[in-house]
């Protein structure tokens, strides 16, 4: 069972794919220390980005349980789980979550696609 409305992923998705549009974002290949919050340096050109500001209203608006289940829905459409590990993508989400999920979300630029591709696993579809 889905534990956030797909509206509300889809309004997502459609941020995300408006925002990863915009410019080619490079993700370095590996971070150069693990503290490094690499993450945000993707999204350090785009501070005055308004569907940036958008995305991260709408993501930091959703209770923490809802930002799990975003984040395991990445995790989900890409492959790294399948449908029948949800409850463990989503327990691992809980035990990773950061105030800082927007922006790992955003940090993937086919974030949109895998969204897509996990609740079409679910039996939702966006519109348009």
Same mark, same amino acid.
């Given at each position: 069972m889905l534990e956030i409305n797909p509206e509300i992923v889809c309004f997502l998705v459609d941020r995300a794919r408006e925002f990863h549009a915009k410019e080619g974002v490079v993700i370095p290949e590996v971070p150069g220390a693990p503290t490094d919050d690499?993450?945000?340096?993707?999204? @350090?050109d785009?501070?005055?980005?308004?569907?940036?500001?958008?995305?991260? @209203?709408?993501?930091?608006?959703?209770e923490p349980d809802q930002q799990h289940v975003l984040v395991a829905l990445l995790w989900l459409g890409r492959g790294d789980y399948s449908l029948e590990e949800w409850d463990e993508?989503?327990?691992e989400a809980r035990r990773?979550?950061?105030p800082n999920t927007a922006a790992y979300l955003l940090s993937h630029p086919l974030l949109a696609d895998y969204w897509l591709e996990a609740l079409e696993q679910f039996g939702y579809h966006c519109a348009g």
């Amino acid at each position: 069972m889905l534990e956030i409305n797909p509206e509300i992923v889809c309004f997502l998705v459609d941020r995300a794919r408006e925002f990863h549009a915009k410019e080619g974002v490079v993700i370095p290949e590996v971070p150069g220390a693990p503290t490094d919050d690499w993450a945000l340096q993707v999204l @350090a050109d785009h501070v005055d980005d308004t569907t940036r500001m958008e995305f991260e @209203a709408a993501v930091n608006d959703l209770e923490p349980d809802q930002q799990h289940v975003l984040v395991a829905l990445l995790w989900l459409g890409r492959g790294d789980y399948s449908l029948e590990e949800w409850d463990e993508a989503v327990a691992e989400a809980r035990r990773n979550w950061t105030p800082n999920t927007a922006a790992y979300l955003l940090s993937h630029p086919l974030l949109a696609d895998y969204w897509l591709e996990a609740l079409e696993q679910f039996g939702y579809h966006c519109a348009g």
